[in-house]
Every structure is written in structure tokens, then in C-alpha cells.
């Protein structure tokens, strides 16, 4: 290879990094509150479901969680409802992943504690999901792939120019009135009254073997940054070859 060659291709790597990285948005740290819902889930009888609802109580309150039903007169009910399922209040910023540490935690879905939401039920928000892991690279790859398909399905839009890590996360907007879905079942999605449009059975795998999605981070800015322009050529310029 000559000393040419190596150089020019030296030059566009560093041109394409230099592309990527231009391209990538850094996120604004996190408010130090936020809001938080909490889907759980507990299966067992009346009395062991009493015990464990005590006991993600407590684990909550230990993370500075802010119930905010905690007055309600009506809130000993859930704890002997089998179909109570979500937790909404507050929480620091800075222990909200240590709530999905919970085994009965299935999904949390977050936002900066007073956000305002869109008075539309159509207009997007943008969203950053978490995915599950363990999968090998490979498998890791395809099972991020599959949920980008599943989530196009329901209206989401997929960001473009960030990180994915290692294909764990991601990004874009999706309707307001959609981002309820993003705490459930993700497989279930979309679905009619009581059976989804497709069997969980019927998915491919690796999406059909769990919720894809372990966390929704509800992102302060909807609006996509503008692609970058180059500068204008000055007119003796534009004709060159």
C-alpha cells in the first residue's frame, strides 16, 4: 500500500468520525426529580400478596420514592387488588434506575417531576427507551432491530445520530396518547380489546421471549435538532470540480 493511499484513507476515517460525532446530540443531564410510574407485578394469594406489596413499599421508600395516592381513602384497596399493578409519584433522579433492581418491577416510565405534556393527544414526545440485556452481540443486534419494527407499529418514529449502546437503547418520538403503551407489554402492542393484533407465540424471537422494554425516559425536548448545513461557497468556488 503506498504512502498515498494510507494517507488518503487515514482522511476519511477521520472524516466520518468527525461526521458521527457531529451528528450524535448529547443529552442535558437529568432533573434531579422526577415523576415516575411503576408498573409491578405480584402473583400470589391474599396473604403473601400483602406481605411482598409491604415489602416493594418499603424498597421504594428506602430510594426516596414520593407515593402520590399515599392519602388516598381508597389506597388499602390496591394492596388486596390482584389487578393493581402501578406506583405514581416522585423520585431523585439519581436512584430511578435502582427501582428496576425490584424483581417485581417490570417497567418504569420517567419524566422531569412538573413537566407539561403536549394538549394534543397527537403531538410526539420525545422518548428514550431501555432495553433488556444479556444477549449476545449478535442476538443483541437482531432483538433491537425486532423492537424497532414492533414500536413502528404504534406509531413511534426512530431517532437517528445517537448512541445505541450497544444496542440496548432507543431513541425517538412517539404520540402522546401512545406513551402509556410503552409501560405495558410492549409484545401485547397494539391489540385489540382483549387478544393482541399478533400471539406472543407467533413473534420471533429473541422479542418473544420478554417485554423488550425495562424503562421510558421522557425527554424535556420534542423537536429534532436541525440537520447540519455546510457553509455557503463563496461564488469563485461553486464551480469546481
Not at 11 to 24: E, N, S
Not at 58 to 64: E, M
Not at 115 to 122: K, R, T, V
Not at 165 to 193: F, H, N, Q
Request: aromatic share 8%.
Amino acid at each position: 500500500m503506498t504512502t498515498n493511499l494510507r494517507t488518503l484513507l487515514a482522511l476519511c476515517v477521520v472524516m466520518l468520525t468527525h461526521g458521527l460525532l457531529r451528528a450524535q446530540v448529547k443529552e442535558p443531564p437529568r432533573a434531579e426529580k422526577l415523576a415516575i410510574e411503576i408498573r409491578y407485578q405480584i402473583r400470589a394469594d391474599r396473604d403473601e400478596r400483602v406481605r411482598q406489596y409491604r415489602n416493594l413499599e418499603k424498597f421504594l421508600i428506602s430510594l426516596g420514592f414520593e407515593d402520590a395516592h399515599k392519602d388516598d381513602p381508597d389506597r388499602d384497596l390496591d394492596i388486596l387488588d390482584p389487578n393493581h399493578e402501578r406506583f405514581v409519584g416522585t423520585i431523585p433522579s439519581t436512584r430511578v434506575m435502582d427501582v428496576l433492581q425490584d424483581p417485581r418491577v417490570l417497567t418504569i416510565l420517567f419524566a422531569p417531576a412538573g413537566q407539561l405534556f403536549p394538549e394534543s393527544a397527537d403531538d410526539p414526545v420525545a422518548v428514550r427507551l431501555g432495553l433488556r440485556q444479556g444477549l449476545l452481540p449478535t442476538q443483541q443486534q437482531l432483538f433491537h432491530q425486532q423492537t424497532l419494527e414492533h414500536l413502528n407499529l404504534i406509531g413511534f418514529k426512530h431517532a437517528l445520530g445517537y448512541d445505541t449502546r450497544r444496542y440496548s437503547l432507543i431513541k425517538g418520538t412517539i404520540p402522546y396518547k401512545k406513551l402509556d403503551l410503552l409501560v405495558k407489554d410492549l409484545r401485547t402492542e397494539p391489540g385489540g380489546w382483549f387478544l393482541p393484533d399478533t400471539p406472543v407465540d407467533q413473534l420471533a424471537r429473541p422479542f418473544a421471549d420478554n417485554n423488550p422494554v425495562r424503562w421510558v425516559e421522557v425527554m424535556a425536548v420534542t423537536d429534532p435538532p436541525a440537520p447540519y448545513q455546510p457553509p455557503p461557497l463563496p461564488p469563485n468556488q461553486e464551480k469546481m470540480t
